[in-house]
């Protein structure tokens, strides 16, 4: 069984026992459970498959926070030739792990 979840203005496919690395929410500890219930798709074992209507009303999926941290640094770069011009500069972008513990069909 499996799931498309909306998080964060991106989409994701979630699985029980997957580790699902998400934009970061704010407000949540470590160890907190959280609750996703923008899903959009689910597939079931017997090979039924849901969807929505923008979302599913009927379907929870619950998971728990693993860890906050910060992605690889991605550089970003600047040149303009003839001119003697040249910066580089670095981001790292905040994000949450879950660990999808369970979907649930109501």
Not at 21 to 45: F, I, P, R, S, W
Not at 67 to 77: C, I, M, Q, S, T
Not at 85 to 98: A, D, F, M
């Amino acid at each position: 069984m499996y799931a498309i979840v909306e998080n964060g203005g991106k989409q994701y496919k979630v699985e029980v026992g997957h580790l699902l690395h998400t934009e970061k929410l704010n407000g949540v500890a470590q160890g907190d459970k959280v609750v996703l219930d923008k899903v959009v798709l689910v597939k079931t074992d017997d090979g039924k498959v849901l969807v929505g209507k923008p979302y599913l009303t009927n379907v929870t999926i619950t998971g728990t926070v693993v860890e906050h941290a910060r992605a690889r640094k991605v550089l970003v770069g600047q040149f303009i030739p003839r001119k003697g011009h040249k910066t580089i500069k670095g981001h790292r972008q905040w994000y949450t792990t879950i660990k999808i513990e369970n979907i649930e069909i109501k």
